[in-house]
């Protein structure tokens, strides 16, 4: 079983810095893929990155390439996404999601995650 918990959201300004972790708390002896995703107000909940279950497979959604860094390190069953360089539009809640981990599916695709956290909210101010 896996269990997801987001953490590390809040206030940031435009510019800033954040760093953002999902913890697994369950426990699992199977390899996981996992990736972030977050809903904008108003908005559908749109991919943001994600990270292959080895680390070496990353994908970044076009907003946030050069800006967000996806990590994860698997001693401590946590993944990591550090926003730099925020603006007004990334403020959104960030889910973190995972799935038994694959070779061939594609890390953006929504519908291949099977565990998903509660996310918690970031908001970046002008």
């Known amino acids: 079983q896996v269990h997801l918990v987001e953490s590390g959201g809040g206030l940031v300004q435009s510019g800033g810095s954040l760093r953002v972790s999902c913890a697994d708390s369950?426990?699992?002896?199977?390899?996981?893929?996992m990736a972030w995703f977050r809903q904008k107000p108003g908005k559908e909940r749109e991919f943001v990155s994600g990270?292959?279950?080895?680390?070496?497979?990353?994908y970044y959604s076009d907003s946030v390439r050069g800006r967000f860094v996806i990590s994860r390190d698997n001693t401590k069953n946590t993944m990591y996404l550090q926003m730099n360089s925020l603006k007004p539009d990334d403020t959104a809640v960030y889910y973190c999601?995972?799935?038994?981990?694959?070779?061939?599916?594609?890390?953006?695709?929504?519908?291949?995650?099977?565990?998903w956290g509660q996310g918690t909210l970031v908001t970046v101010s002008s």
């Open positions: 990270i292959s279950w080895s680390g070496v497979s990353l």
């Open positions: 999601a995972a799935r038994y981990a694959s070779s061939w599916s594609e890390l953006t695709n929504e519908n291949t995650y099977d565990w």
């Open positions: 369950g426990r699992t002896s199977r390899k996981y893929d």
